[in-house]
């Protein structure tokens, strides 16, 4: 069994920045994906920034060049670091693990970007 715990979550004004935090936990064998996702309501969930098993990353077009990704495998922790935060990145952010077969999802961390 995996646990994912999100932390970092919170207001913050249009323009600011926050960073987002998942620790995993458990019987963690092997990772073939693991990233963020977001859900807004009203809206499908959607894949924010994400690691292939090969180690690339990807990003949603409306992130790019404003999130980074990365991830500190010692601490079995990936963050998500948001910059210039806009209104229509509020949403609940979710960490994902996927691991042979098997979806993993954390509670996920409310994100409120205020104009």
């Known amino acids: 069994q995996v646990q994912l715990v999100e932390s970092g979550g919170g207001l913050v004004q249009a323009g600011g920045s926050l960073r987002l935090s998942c620790a995993a936990s458990g019987s963690i064998f092997s990772i073939n994906a693991i990233g963020w996702y977001r859900q807004a309501p009203g809206k499908q969930r959607e894949l924010v920034a994400g690691f292939t098993s090969s180690g690339g990353s990807n990003y949603a077009d409306s992130v790019k060049g404003r999130f980074t990704i990365s991830r500190d495998n010692g601490k079995n922790t990936v963050y998500l670091q948001m910059n210039s935060l806009k209104s229509e990145d509020t949403a609940r952010y979710y960490c994902?693990?996927?691991?042979?077969?098997?979806?993993?999802w954390g509670k996920g961390t409310l994100v409120t970007v205020s104009s």
């Open positions: 994902n693990l996927f691991s042979r077969g098997i979806n993993y």
